[in-house]
């Protein structure tokens, strides 16, 4: 029996191989590259996968790190979820995440360390003195602030998913309260693990939020021993701790990212609204503040700087035009790119079959691949006996932004082909003609928003990406994101506030357009099932 997503089988194999290859060939470039490092003798490089002393304090700082994120981001997360489900206007706002989103974290970096420096000082002027904004508490407030619209998605698509009809019943039974707390909160359970575990493993593979702030992360350890040593084999000997944990963290995350991912969501439109008592109401307002800082900081912050700096002329954008040039070629060439590739995944994603557990793995692995290893997993496959025709050159960052962000584009197109009516779907089975015909004309125009959304998110993460970034780029060339980084380590200034307010009106231009498109869609898809049922 013929699968309900099957492109043909031969081109299917095809796309699924070239997938994987350009997924997880840094990976295994490490991998062949420890075994041979072992084999011809260098058995002191397993040492360095033991987490002792200083590397191990590190290591404990870094998962201290990422349960406070984790914890914190899914709790406010939930709470402003779940002011978004009592309204029937959520179908509409629920979009507007997607920009906010794009945001680099550094930006927020840049944005709260102003904000605490201006703090500090009126603080100082009425007698109280103290650091507004601590080294490591600060570094976990900014990732909790840059990653604050992942989490508020993830719970949002749990409160949605939960049969309303289940929930019509409870409410006649009990208290909105105990319905909140027994019937919705434990249906949507499955969601908010996934936001904290997801939250979790972004935070303990970053290194950049914490080296801004002048914490250590053991990330940014793998980092510094390939730039001390030049040897990628010793970083991925050195990050095997850091892969274990993250391997718990994976295996946690499957079933539930899974599961929400699959959901069909529902907007609500409640007949008599909710009561909640006044502790849940005061958590709601207080969340929902962090919510707005999220979105006024950045941006007051940036336009406080450049004001306090006099302002500064286009020239200085002008200067930083080679850097936007490379900057938008990347990103533009990585989303493009990542398309075919992850409708093939999609593609074994939508198939039931005993090995699907393992895909998701695979899958979930390599989107929360530390940054840096995936670029000295680039530099490593430039050593290996069969060579790397792209090493050198600007196609090395593509690749590695490829490899971070592809699982990315699939699991978008997931979710969203979960969302089409099956019959619909399925229908295009019936008609005759090419393969190739029905699927531009037919299931192209479905997957389109899902297509749409995918590229966007790829965009915006390809430009502000980093880690692997930094290690691949190719002697003079630069990004936005990596001019903006260093100028960050001298101290906020001008030039830098306005190269991130160019980066945030980016953000909110391509964010808003996709919110648009999927606004757009989802308003159509609306009037089709009523169209249907009617």
Same mark, same amino acid.
Request: glycine share 10%.
């Given at each position: 029996?013929?699968?309900?997503?099957?492109?043909?089988?031969?081109?299917?194999?095809?796309?699924?191989?070239?997938?994987?290859?350009?997924?997880?060939?840094?990976?295994?470039?490490?991998?062949?590259?420890?075994?041979?490092?072992?084999?011809?003798?260098?058995?002191?490089?397993?040492?360095?996968? #033991?987490?002792?002393?200083?590397?191990?304090?590190?290591?404990?700082?870094?998962?201290?790190?990422?349960?406070?994120?984790?914890?914190?981001? +899914?709790?406010?997360?939930?709470?402003?979820?779940?002011?978004?489900?009592?309204?029937?206007?959520?179908?509409?706002?629920?979009?507007?995440?997607?920009?906010?989103?794009?945001?680099?974290?550094?930006?927020?970096?840049?944005?709260?360390?102003?904000?605490?420096?201006?703090?500090?000082?009126?603080? +100082?002027?009425?007698?109280?003195?103290?650091?507004?904004?601590?080294?490591?508490?600060?570094?976990?407030?900014?990732?909790?602030?840059?990653?604050?619209?992942?989490?508020?998605?993830?719970?949002?698509?749990?409160? !949605?998913?939960? *049969?309303?009809?289940?929930?019509?019943?409870?409410?006649?039974?009990?208290?909105?309260?105990?319905?909140?707390?027994?019937?919705?909160?434990?249906?949507?359970?499955?969601?908010?693990?996934?936001?904290?575990?997801?939250?979790?493993?972004?935070?303990? +593979?970053?290194?950049?939020?914490?080296?801004?702030?002048?914490?250590?992360?053991?990330?940014?350890?793998?980092?510094?021993?390939?730039?001390?040593?030049?040897?990628?084999?010793?970083?991925?000997?050195?990050?095997?701790?850091?892969?274990?944990?993250?391997?718990?963290?994976?295996?946690?995350?499957?079933?539930?990212?899974?599961?929400?991912?699959?959901?069909?969501?529902?907007?609500?439109?409640?007949?008599?609204?909710?009561?909640?008592?006044?502790?849940?109401?005061?958590?709601?307002?207080?969340?929902?503040?962090?919510?707005?800082?999220?979105?006024?900081?950045?941006?007051?912050?940036?336009? !406080?700087?450049?004001?306090?700096?006099?302002?500064?002329?286009?020239?200085?954008?002008?200067?930083?035009?080679?850097?936007?040039?490379?900057?938008?070629?990347?990103?533009?060439?990585?989303?493009?790119?990542?398309?075919?590739?992850?409708?093939?995944?999609?593609?074994?994603?939508?198939?039931?079959?005993?090995?699907?557990?393992?895909?998701?793995?695979?899958?979930?692995?390599?989107?929360?691949?530390?940054?840096?290893?995936?670029?000295?997993?680039?530099?490593?496959?430039?050593?290996?006996?069969?060579?790397?025709?792209?090493?050198?050159?600007?196609?090395?960052?593509? #690749?590695?932004?490829?490899?971070?962000?592809?699982?990315?584009?699939?699991?978008?197109?997931?979710?969203?082909?979960?969302?089409?009516?099956?019959?619909?779907?399925?229908?295009?089975?019936?008609?005759?003609?090419?393969?190739?015909?029905?699927?531009?004309?037919?299931?192209?125009?479905?997957?389109? *928003?899902?297509?749409?959304?995918?590229?966007?998110?790829?965009?915006?993460?390809?430009?502000?990406?980093?880690?692997? +970034?930094?290690?691949?780029?190719?002697?003079?060339?630069?990004?936005?994101?990596?001019?903006?980084?260093?100028?960050?380590?001298?101290?906020?200034?001008?030039?830098?506030?306005?190269?991130?307010?160019?980066?945030?009106?980016?953000?909110?231009?391509?964010?808003?357009?996709?919110?648009?498109?999927?606004?757009?869609?989802?308003?159509?898809?609306?009037?089709?099932?009523?169209?249907?049922?009617?």
């Amino acid at each position: 029996m013929r699968s309900p997503t099957s492109f043909g089988g031969y081109w299917e194999k095809l796309g699924l191989v070239v997938s994987a290859l350009v997924i997880f060939s840094p990976l295994l470039a490490l991998v062949i590259g420890a075994f041979m490092g072992i084999m011809a003798g260098h058995l002191d490089w397993l040492a360095l996968a #033991l987490p002792w002393g200083r590397r191990g304090h590190l290591l404990w700082q870094s998962v201290k790190l990422a349960a406070v994120v984790a914890i914190a981001g +899914t709790v406010v997360g939930a709470m402003i979820a779940c002011l978004g489900w009592q309204y029937q206007a959520v179908r509409r706002w629920r979009w507007c995440l997607l920009p906010l989103l794009f945001i680099p974290p550094y930006i927020h970096a840049l944005a709260w360390s102003k904000l605490g420096t201006v703090l500090g000082k009126t603080l +100082t002027l009425v007698g109280i003195n103290g650091d507004i904004l601590p080294p490591w508490w600060g570094g976990a407030g900014i990732e909790l602030m840059a990653w604050l619209p992942l989490a508020v998605g993830l719970t949002l698509i749990g409160f !949605l998913a939960v *049969p309303l009809d289940t929930i019509e019943a409870a409410r006649l039974l009990a208290q909105d309260e105990q319905v909140l707390q027994k019937v919705v909160l434990p249906l949507a359970m499955p969601s908010f693990w996934a936001s904290g575990a997801l939250l979790f493993l972004l935070s303990l +593979t970053d290194y950049s939020i914490p080296s801004l702030f002048g914490v250590s992360s053991y990330a940014l350890e793998i980092f510094a021993e390939y730039s001390a040593s030049n040897e990628p084999i010793r970083a991925f000997f050195l990050a095997i701790p850091l892969l274990l944990i993250s391997a718990l963290g994976i295996i946690s995350l499957q079933t539930p990212l899974q599961q929400t991912l699959q959901k069909r969501i529902q907007c609500p439109a409640w007949q008599i609204p909710w009561q909640w008592p006044r502790w849940l109401l005061a958590f709601q307002a207080i969340a929902m503040g962090l919510g707005l800082f999220q979105i006024i900081v950045p941006v007051g912050s940036l336009a !406080l700087i450049n004001f306090q700096e006099g302002g500064y002329p286009l020239s200085i954008l002008e200067s930083a035009l080679p850097e936007a040039g490379v900057t938008l070629g990347l990103a533009s060439s990585t989303a493009i790119l990542s398309l075919p590739l992850a409708l093939v995944i999609n593609v074994s994603l939508q198939r039931e079959s005993p090995w699907q557990w393992f895909v998701w793995t695979l899958l979930i692995g390599a989107l929360v691949l530390p940054a840096p290893l995936v670029g000295v997993g680039l530099i490593a496959l430039g050593y290996a006996p069969w060579g790397n025709p792209f090493y050198g050159g600007l196609a090395m960052p593509i #690749l590695a932004h490829l490899a971070r962000f592809t699982p990315m584009a699939a699991l978008i197109l997931f979710a969203q082909q979960r969302q089409l009516d099956p019959g619909l779907w399925d229908s295009t089975f019936l008609v005759p003609g090419p393969r190739w015909r029905i699927w531009l004309y037919l299931r192209f125009p479905l997957l389109l *928003p899902g297509l749409l959304a995918a590229a966007g998110v790829v965009f915006a993460f390809s430009a502000g990406e980093l880690g692997a +970034t930094l290690i691949v780029i190719p002697p003079g060339y630069s990004t936005l994101t990596l001019r903006i980084y260093n100028y960050l380590h001298y101290g906020a200034s001008g030039e830098v506030a306005l190269l991130c307010l160019f980066m945030v009106g980016g953000a909110a231009i391509v964010g808003g357009f996709l919110s648009i498109v999927l606004l757009m869609g989802s308003s159509l898809l609306s009037r089709g099932k009523k169209y249907d049922q009617s």
